[in-house]
């Protein structure tokens, strides 16, 4: 069982950058693609960006292409979430989520999931 734990959320203005982390507890971490998903108020949960196995494949939300990039590493069992250009509309609380047998952007796919991180940004 994966436990996932993320962090590096906090308030920042328009224009600005947060990283986010997702840290795993299995050794067995670099076998699972991960998700990041987002939840803001009142809404449905929606994809970000994903990352394969090894790092090699990357997919993004196109309402988050070209500003945010995901990137991981394996020896640290650490997944990235580096968030350029903040708008007030990536105000949301940010998960991760694991999952060895899938890769992509449906959040029912995936098996594990952290407990989120919130990220507000300000106009």
Do not use: H
């Amino acid at each position: 069982q994966v436990q996932l734990v993320e962090s590096g959320g906090g308030l920042v203005q328009t224009g600005g950058s947060l990283r986010l982390s997702c840290a795993a507890s299995e050794r067995t971490f670099s076998s699972y693609a991960i998700g990041w998903f987002r939840q803001a108020p009142g809404k449905e949960r929606e994809f970000v960006a994903a990352i394969n196995w090894s790092g090699a494949s990357t997919f993004y939300a196109n309402s988050v292409k070209g500003r945010f990039t995901i990137s991981r590493n394996n020896a640290r069992n650490t997944v990235y979430l580096q968030m350029n250009s903040l708008k007030p509309e990536d105000t949301a609380v940010y998960y991760c989520a694991a999952d060895q047998m899938y890769y992509g952007s449906n959040d029912n796919e995936y098996d594990y999931w952290g407990q989120g991180t919130q990220v507000t940004v300000s106009s």
